[in-house]
Nanobody, 125 residues
Framework: QVQLVESGGGLVQPGGSLRLSCAAS???????????MAWYRQAPGKGRDLVAK???????????ADSVRGRFIIARDNHKDTVTVFLLMDRLKPEDTAVYYC????????????WGQGTLVTVSS
């Protein structure tokens, strides 16, 4: 019902900026059933951790991991049959190096949870 495609990863120097995008597409029912989208990240040898999340199609607030608050911004652009979520990353640090995954959850006629394929962000000089 819903597919997620991420883009925007790459190599950046410490202190630099990067923008990730996650485009959700699929059935109108699926898109309108999404109620939250989020970015997670997984560093080498570690688990997958929440970076930021944003409500979609419902009231709510954005949330950030303590490690990124004040440096990252999550934003959305949603329409009837598409949703794009952005992660604007500033003042990047080497410890931000990870594969970043987009996630969408919600309800249609059943519980909906979808993951993107991931995009690698490397912060290094």
């Amino acid at each position: 019902q819903v597919q997620l495609v991420e883009s925007g990863g790459g190599l950046v120097q410490p202190g630099g900026s990067l923008r990730l995008s996650c485009a959700a597409s699929g059935s109108i029912q699926g898109i309108q059933g999404i109620n939250t989208m989020a970015w997670y990240r997984q560093a080498p040898g570690k688990g997958r951790d929440l970076v930021a999340k944003i409500p979609i199609n419902i009231d709510g607030i954005t949330q950030y991991a303590d490690s990124v608050r004040g440096r990252f911004i999550i934003a959305r652009d949603n329409h009837k049959d598409t949703v794009t979520v952005f992660l604007l990353m500033d003042r990047l640090k080497p410890e931000d190096t990870a594969v970043y995954y987009c996630n969408a959850i919600g309800w249609t006629d059943r519980y909906l949870e979808v993951w993107g394929q991931g995009t690698l962000v490397t912060v290094s000089s």
